[in-house]
């Protein structure tokens, strides 16, 4: 799998961690584009999840890929999912985002900052973006989550 950009964006919650998997992805030579926000000021997570959504579903390649952080991780990660071919994971495994990737063929993981430490963070996005889709018996079934 080739990545070409890795969308980013959170909530007031989720910046601080935002900002260090932004640095952390950077360093390992990923291209980031950051959606916001600037700072950790009360925010909504609508309107960084959407964005970060249409910004991976406008790329036809499908080699864009993204980050979503708010506090628990459920309220932007729903957002996100309300795209058609967005996949977007909640995790705060390693093992929950490698599956994410393998069986459900995610674009997006969805991390939750009030719920997991940064260490935990690196370990969910580096096996995240280093795991393929595995295909044969699981693509049917990722082909069946679009209900339109």
């Not at 910046?15 to 950077?26: A, G, R, S």
């Not at 991976?56 to 932007?76: A, E, H, K, Y």
């Not at 071919?85 to 393998?102: G, N, V």
Request: hydrophobic share 35%; charged share 25%; glycine share 8%.
């Amino acid at each position: 799998m080739k990545i070409n950009k890795i969308a980013i964006g959170s909530d007031h919650a989720g910046f601080e961690l935002k900002e260090k998997i932004k640095i952390h992805l950077q360093l390992k030579g990923f291209e980031i584009v950051d959606f916001g926000p600037s700072s950790a000021e009360r925010t909504d997570y609508p309107d960084y999840a959407h964005p970060v959504a249409k910004f991976i579903t406008d790329d036809l390649s499908g080699n864009t890929f993204g980050v979503l952080i708010c506090g628990s991780g459920n309220g932007i990660n729903m957002t996100a999912n309300k795209h058609q071919q967005i996949r977007s994971a909640l995790c705060w495994m390693y093992e929950i985002a490698e599956l994410a990737r393998q069986h459900n063929n995610a674009n997006i993981i969805t991390l939750p900052a009030r719920y997991i430490t940064f260490e935990e963070a690196k370990k969910c996005v580096d096996i995240f973006f280093s795991t393929d889709f595995e295909g044969g018996r699981h693509t049917e079934r990722v082909n069946k989550i679009s209900c339109c």
